[in-house]
């Protein structure tokens, strides 16, 4: 008989583990933040060990910070607030949460937040209701307050481009997970709106010699631009000569090859090898294993697909999981 592992709190909307996945943080409709952890190592139980107030209104999303800057996690509330919060050591009260950053509240909605590791430092990149992306860059590795604005800007190829009146009910933001000395920093953006220059998904890459973000790939066919993106998920690379990135809408999820060679303009190759259909409603969520060779994704349907490639490059459903009546 299966056995749960936890048990969450009531009023919770929404859940991430941490990297090693021995901790999950959760937000509550309350505005509160949980962090369960398994106090047995021989067990694999969680129990609540903390349990704080965050902001007065509901936690949308939890986004757990790299591992090596601690235990800390990034909260979006629906009052458009975007806060940072760490776990601290102090001898007088032992382990305990503490706000230590709120960024600067806009009238527009943080709708996605992703961390990335650059070249010289961490980066967070937030995306906005109105369209716009703001990209911080974390300044001392061993505060976690010190935060600058790097860039602003909106997803769009042509970068003079503004649209007054977007708005926008999500986003997908999704970092390249390689880290090198050689490679810059990028990751892929898509959002779903009712400007369709914004839906599109592009990949967007640090240029070190301007000091800038420029896109240099767009993922969408001429008749899909307007198709609205609910989630992007950018594959770890173990050898390929390509990237691997999908991209959900509602016409399913495409799977493209991004090169790696740009052209004279700067701009990389882009190759939709397959769009997979399956899901009978939106989907939500994208991971891919380490390997980035199995794609888990699901969504309202409240079914997770699993996909992989055959030795022929062709996609296709290699498991569905279903939760337990």
Request: glycine fraction near 4%; charge should be negative.
């Given at each position: 008989?299966?056995?749960?592992?936890?048990?969450?709190?009531k009023g919770t909307r929404c859940t991430a583990w941490n990297y090693s996945g021995q901790r999950m943080a959760a937000g509550l409709a309350d505005g509160s933040l949980v962090v369960y952890d398994s106090t047995d190592p021989a067990?694999?139980?969680?129990?609540?060990?903390?349990?704080?107030?965050?902001?007065?209104?509901?936690?949308?999303?939890?986004?757990?910070?790299?591992?090596?800057?601690?235990?800390?996690v990034a909260c979006i509330s629906a009052d458009g607030t975007l806060s940072l919060l760490e776990e601290v050591m102090e001898d007088s009260?032992?382990?305990?949460?503490?706000?230590?950053?709120?960024?600067?509240?806009?009238?527009?909605?943080?709708?996605d937040v992703q961390f990335g590791d650059g070249q010289t430092c961490l980066k967070l990149v937030a995306a906005y209701s109105d369209g716009h992306i703001k990209i911080y860059e974390l300044l001392d590795t061993l505060e976690l307050e010190k935060w600058q604005l790097q860039a602003e800007f909106q997803n769009v190829i042509d970068l003079v481009s503004k649209f007054g009146n977007a708005s926008c009910l999500s986003a997908s933001i999704s970092w390249n997970p390689q880290r090198s000395?050689?490679?810059?920093?990028?990751?892929?953006?898509g959002f779903s709106s009712n400007t369709p220059p914004l839906n599109s998904p592009k990949v967007w890459e640090f240029d070190l010699d301007h000091q800038r973000w420029l896109p240099v790939a767009e993922l969408s066919l001429p008749e899909d631009k307007s198709d609205q993106v609910y989630a992007v998920s950018w594959a770890p690379n173990i050898g390929r000569l390509y990237e691997l990135i999908a991209v959900a809408t509602q016409k399913g999820i495409s799977i493209w090859h991004l090169g790696s060679n740009p052209d004279p303009d700067g701009r990389l190759s882009v190759q939709r090898v397959s769009l997979l259909s399956g899901h009978d409603s939106e989907v939500w969520e994208?991971?891919?294993?380490?390997?980035?060779?199995?794609?888990?994704?699901?969504?309202s349907d409240g079914v997770v697909r699993l996909w992989q490639s055959n030795v022929n490059g062709e996609w296709h459903e290699q498991a569905i999981l279903t939760p337990a009546s």
């Open positions: 008989m299966d056995k749960p592992i936890l048990t969450l709190d067990s694999s139980v969680f129990t609540r060990t903390s349990r704080f107030k965050v902001q007065d209104s509901s936690i949308l999303k939890v986004v757990w910070v790299p591992p090596e800057y601690g235990d800390a009260e032992g382990h305990h949460w503490k706000m230590c950053k709120s960024f600067d509240r806009s009238t527009s909605q943080v709708l000395e050689v490679q810059q920093s990028s990751f892929v953006l994208m991971e891919w294993d380490m390997s980035g060779m199995t794609l888990a994704s699901t969504g």
